[in-house]
């Protein structure tokens, strides 16, 4: 009990620990939408049938892939993906985090809040910070909508409840017919076509100012997408993303950009190795 205690005050105080990574905090949330998003409106309505829609895809995706079974690791990434999840621009959902049992280095994210990192991919991470910016990406992949936005959300100008919900949420065959052809193209994006490459880079920009909001160290993705560059084509790495090159040039602009400093922040490493060392998780 003491130590549970002791985690999650721990996680909790890199909430205060911001240090200046940012050099220009104030309009922080105004930067992590874009303007297209940040116009539509969403009703409850949308929000339910997109959690709906997101629980179908991640029971799909454990339907491939099974769950790293470890109470302790399952719990310490929850704790670190919420304290990132804090952050964002939907307090509209209540985010969930789970390890897949699998040596493919990845990540996958469903609507509605559900993500999940593989073992391969913790194995290959060296510290907290690393495994917080791979949260934080797939964390900005729901907060944008990245998956539901390919089914043409918005219904009508006078209407807030989207083609979308309308289909998913309704009754008979034509509907359920709908919900599955959706269900098997989400599928499609996250383990073979893959998201968009502007997407992608999106979701890049959103998980560098939330690990940096979050107090972590600023270059946290930068680091980790460098290793996966190195080992490309020598190691199982997932194949739907866009080049990492491109990838690591665009991060470096942001961080740029955003006044984000890669010597600032919390790395976490001990605490990292002793919950990754304990799950037995580390080859």
């Known amino acids: ?39 539509i ?19 799909r995706i454990l339907g491939r892939i099974e769950l790293f079974v470890n109470k302790a690791l399952n719990k310490y990434v929850n704790l670190v993906g919420k304290s990132i999840a804090l952050h964002c ?14 040596n493919e280095i990845n990540a996958y994210s469903a609507p509605g809040g559900y993500v999940f990192v593989t073992r391969g991919a913790i194995q290959l991470m060296s510290d907290e910070a690393e495994l917080a910016a791979v949260l934080a990406h797939e964390i900005a992949h729901i907060t944008e909508r990245h998956i539901v936005k390919e089914f043409n959300i918005q219904a009508s100008e006078d209407s807030p409840i989207t083609a979308f ?12 017919a709908f919900f599955n052809q959706a269900v098997e193209k989400a599928l499609d994006i996250l383990f073979k076509d893959g998201y968009k490459r502007a997407d992608e880079l999106d979701s890049d920009r959103i998980a560098v100012i939330l690990i940096a909001l979050a107090g972590y160290k600023g270059d946290s993705l930068l680091r980790y997408l460098q290793k996966i560059s190195e080992i490309k084509g ?14 690591l040039s665009f991060i470096k602009n942001v961080m740029m950009t955003e006044g984000i400093f890669e010597d600032k922040g919390v790395t976490n490493q001990e605490r990292f190795y002793k919950n990754v060392v304990a799950a037995k998780i580390l080859k």
Not at 18 to 25: A, I, L
Not at 41 to 59: H, L, M, N, P, W
């Open 234 to 247: 020598k190691a199982d790495v997932g194949k739907t993303h866009p080049v990492y090159e491109e990838r």
């Open 41 to 59: 409106t969403y009703s409850s309505k949308d929000i339910q049938e997109e959690v709906e829609f997101g629980r179908e895809i991640a029971a």
């Open 89 to 102: 621009n939907r307090s509209d959902i209540d985010f969930k985090f789970a390890v897949l049992d699998t």
């Open 165 to 176: 919900a309308r289909f998913i949420g309704a009754g008979g065959d034509p509907a359920k």
């Open 1 to 39: 009990m003491k130590k549970s205690l002791h985690l999650i005050i721990s996680i909790l105080c890199i909430f205060i620990y911001t240090n200046d990574v940012f050099s220009q905090p104030e309009n922080f949330r105004e930067r992590l939408s874009t303007q297209k998003e940040k116009e």
